[in-house]
């Protein structure tokens, strides 16, 4: 389950498509496998950006049929993942501050074989919005991984084309 800070930041710092455009096929062929996939929830966040080369990558019919997670997020989990995840009392701005990490980690949690793969470092000392994807992952059981991980995990190299 892809967080939008892993695309966005792969785009602007560590990959961009101009320079390794080998990693955003090998996405899209993961996609189409089954393998990596984001909520809708979180496609959202990242279409909401400018009009940069990873949302004209997202947005292509093609990519956004295979990334995008053909499911429905359940209601309870995403309030049981803010509830004991964040605070059970948080108020409107730290809902908003939070954003949809609550999506993303109730969609990790509705299937064993899932796991989050989020740039965002743990701090455990942080508190109620303030609280760390990776931190909240740890504390309700759901797999959590950052996008260097994921890429060893399936075995991305930039030859990945040729072995197949």
């Known amino acids: 389950m892809l967080d939008a800070n892993t695309l966005i930041t792969s785009q602007g710092v560590y990959y961009p498509q101009a320079m390794v455009p080998e ?32 949302t004209k ?21 995403v309030a049981q993942v803010t509830y004991k995840g964040y605070a059970p ?25 899932r796991c989050i793969v989020s740039l965002e470092a743990s701090k455990p000392s942080t508190k109620r919005q303030n609280r760390r994807v990776p931190d909240v992952c740890r504390d309700l059981g759901a797999d959590c991984c950052d996008v260097f991980g994921m890429m060893r995990a399936l075995g991305f190299h930039t030859g990945w084309q040729k072995a197949l």
């Open 23 to 54: 990693l955003w096929s090998w996405l899209l062929h993961q996609g189409v496998s089954g393998r990596v996939k984001m909520p809708i929830e979180i496609y959202e966040e990242v279409i909401a950006g400018n009009d940069d080369p990873l």
């Open 89 to 113: 009392d948080l108020n409107e701005n730290e809902l908003a501050y939070i954003g949809r990490d609550p999506f993303l980690i109730s969609y990790a949690l509705g299937a064993p074989d």
């Open 57 to 77: 990558w997202i947005k292509n019919p093609a990519v956004k049929a295979h990334i995008v997670l053909n499911e429905n997020a359940n209601p309870a989990t």
